[in-house]
């Protein structure tokens, strides 16, 4: 048991390895603003509209046999009377022995905090409560005693090694806040906000050594401005995160011209310290936005993986009519 268990943890460890070298357990996005609920509950209902849904799907380190395929989808959805309602679910698939890891939420958000002129400058709080479920598929694990000298594994040899436990699943929570200035007229509007991701710290039915091991908060701080000139508007946008002793620091922006009454293209990148450049591109057709970046890996991680880059794909939905607070009009990414 002792083998296998070391096998597994080895096998996950590798997978969730960062540049930094220290585990960080939790998917990351370049494109993190087109999936809300993810990045920050207290997003829920901030948007131009009544509803949004919005999907995403990375596929990352495409030189690593088995390695990440993440995909995540959002709805949210804003009553005009200051609480809003989402949920969104994430799964994410890696590794030889079909580690998967799914997590389901629903948020509430309320956003009724108002003040400046007209009150368009903008407080949320929300609470995010859900559930995760990790699992492998035993049946693709190999055992110490399944690898013969000389040959090297043999599928056809008895393992002696028990799994207890293939699935768990354990309730999860969350927390956010976010600010945004919706006045309209001004050439700079900041919006930024603060989350806390399992502040219940889950325990980890899979990376242990007969220890129980728990899940770590996943903080994230996220913040940028929509500075208008002319017919465009220019929004840097920067986030960090911290899971453990894993943090994350990205910087970037991108440029939204108007092309037509309806459509709006979107042209940008961002940089993530110590790891990749990803550019992107967007476009925004009555009331429907298709984006896609591709990360560049940077580190040093391309030469042990061969092909360490990612690829990213999102479709986001806007749809009813005003919601109270369409002075402002929501960053695409």
């Not at 993530?272 to 009331?287: S, T, V």
């Amino acid at each position: 048991m002792a083998m296998i268990t070391r096998h597994i943890t080895a096998v996950i460890a590798f997978l969730f390895l960062c540049n930094t070298g220290k585990a960080q357990a939790d998917p990351h996005f370049s494109q993190y603003y087109v999936y809300p609920l993810w990045l920050n509950p207290a997003l829920t209902g901030s948007m131009e509209g009544s509803y949004r849904v919005s999907a995403i799907y990375r596929n990352q380190w495409a030189g690593v046999t088995d390695a990440f395929s993440t995909m995540g989808v959002s709805a949210d959805v804003a009553t005009g009377k200051d609480i809003n309602f989402g949920a969104n679910i994430l799964s994410q698939t890696a590794g030889s022995a079909g580690y998967r890891y799914t997590n389901g939420q629903v948020s509430v958000a309320y956003s009724g905090i108002r003040f400046g002129r007209e009150g368009q400058q903008r407080i949320a709080f929300a609470l995010q409560a859900g559930i995760l479920n990790r699992r492998i598929d035993a049946s693709k694990l190999q055992g110490g005693d399944q690898w013969v000298p000389v040959i090297g594994y043999n599928p056809a040899m008895p393992s002696g090694d028990i799994i207890s436990k293939s699935s768990a699943s354990v309730f999860d929570a969350g927390a956010g806040i976010s600010y945004f200035d919706g006045a309209a007229g001004k050439k700079v509007n900041f919006f930024g906000g603060f989350s806390a991701a399992h502040i219940t710290e889950p325990e980890d039915p899979f990376l242990s050594y007969g220890q129980k091991q728990k899940l770590p908060a996943r903080y994230t701080l996220h913040g940028g401005a929509r500075i208008t000139i002319g017919n465009a508007w220019l929004v840097p946008n920067l986030l960090y995160m911290q899971q453990g002793n894993a943090t994350e620091t990205m910087v970037g922006g991108y440029v939204q011209l108007a092309a037509s009454e309806s459509t709006d293209l979107m042209l940008g990148a961002n940089y993530r310290f110590n790891d990749a450049i990803a550019p992107f591109a967007g476009l925004y057709f009555n009331k429907m936005m298709v984006g896609m970046s591709y990360d560049v890996n940077t580190s040093t991680l391309g030469k042990y993986a061969g092909s360490a880059n990612s690829f990213e794909i999102s479709v986001s939905f806007f749809g009813g009519g005003s919601n109270g607070k369409g002075f402002f009009k929501c960053p695409r990414l």
